[in-house]
């Protein structure tokens, strides 16, 4: 019950303010419209009827005192310019049964309301016909010698103004209802285009100050997701120049060592051949920092088909010497990446399972998220051994290593870059035995 209610009720802020409006304005109408109906327009509609079924009534009764031709003529003159009833007789006539042919007038109570006054007042059998004449209504009463045919005005017995209120009921409802639905549209848009702007943001796409509008809460909204956009605009800018000057003061003092070993007298080369290698491997990373910090971690979101990228970065891990199947599910999917970033992510995740696997199967798919939309998804099978469940989260932490030889970065800068783009990595066991890294992107 509750759920099928739930499902009635629009989702959407407009469909939900226009019915907070609407609900209790058609109740409110629909009150008056009772009210009006069960007193004010049932009082008036039967003392019509009563006003015509005792103009015929009095007819009626004159014709019996005065049963003469010469007296039927000025009783039936009389009522045809005092009374506005034109009156015929058809002498030695009966009523057939029951030939009522009902007013085509809707929500009004016309009909009954006079057969109930002709009861009351005449008392005779009689029969009426809504339906012969648009302007008026024949009243065929049963008299002793005959059918009286009395055509009586329909504007005796109905007001125009009784339409006008339902005129004014609807009328006034849709009118409230439409101004109420261009007001509510401008707010629900400021609202949306917040949404909208956060949305962006979050996926690493630089979208500028946004124009406060709308109501003072939208506005208050807007300022704020501005004010927050700039703190983690500088926030970001300042890590990343951090870490370019952490990369850049120690290229220096290890170029220095580097010249130190090379100079080293011929003796001790061979024991300083192991130093020189780490030292040139440290002078890699940072060069490697380096171009992350300055580059990429600038790098605008650009519309780009993330199967070709997937393609190029399994491309460079087979020259690697790594044995990579690529599956997509569809020929392109293009999307707004950071595709060098992205290519630094992916390639981090197939370096990976290049160290610990033979073979690498990479699968591209489009999969459901909830309603808002799709994940575009990458998954990095490899048939290695494989990571402990428990040691999964712990692999991402920057410098975690569980291997010789690594620096443990691989997979916290991946994760970042995936969710600088608004997505996520997580790491799962793989149908071929080994590690999953599943990296989902926002579509
Ligand atoms: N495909 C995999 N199979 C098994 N273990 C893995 C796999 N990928 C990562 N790991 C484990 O997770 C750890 C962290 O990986 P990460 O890429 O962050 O660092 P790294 O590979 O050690 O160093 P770097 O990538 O910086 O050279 C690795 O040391 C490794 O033990
Ligand atoms: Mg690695």
Known sequence: ????????????????????????????????????????????????????????????????????????????????????????????????????????????????????AMRERVGLPFDTDWQSDPRSVIIRVQLPDGVLHVEAARKRLFSGTLYLFVIWVVGSSLLVFVVAGLFMKNQVRAVRRLAEAADAFGRGRDIGPMKPEGAAEARQAAIAFNAMQGRIRRFVESRTEMLAGISHDLRTPLTRLRLGLAMLPEAAHEDAQGMTQDVEEMERLIAAYLAFARGEGLEQAQPTDLVDLVGEVAAKARRD??????????????????????RRCLGNLLDNARRHARRIAVGVARVPRGEAGAWAQVTVDDDGPGLAPEKREEAFRPFATFSAGGTGLGLAIARDIARAHGGDIVLEASPLGGLRARVRLPV
């Open 1 to 116: 019950m509750m759920v099928a209610l739930r499902r009635l009720v629009p989702r959407g802020l407009l469909g939900r303010a226009l019915l907070i409006i609407l609900v209790p304005l058609v109740v409110v109408q629909v009150v008056a419209l009772f009210l009006f109906y069960g007193s004010h327009l049932d009082v008036i509609s039967r003392r019509l009827a009563a006003g015509v079924a005792g103009d015929v009534a009095m007819v009626v009764e004159l014709l019996a005192r005065n049963p003469r031709q010469e007296d039927r003529g000025w009783i039936f003159r009389e009522a045809a310019w005092r009374l506005d009833l034109s009156l015929a007789l058809e002498a030695q006539a009966t009523l057939g049964p029951s030939a009522n042919r009902g007013a085509s007038l809707p929500l009004l109570p016309l009909e009954e309301d006079l057969a109930a």
């Open 321 to 342: 010497g790594a044995q990579v199947d690529v599956a997509a599910e569809s020929q392109s999917l293009v999307m707004p990446l950071r595709a060098d970033a992205l």
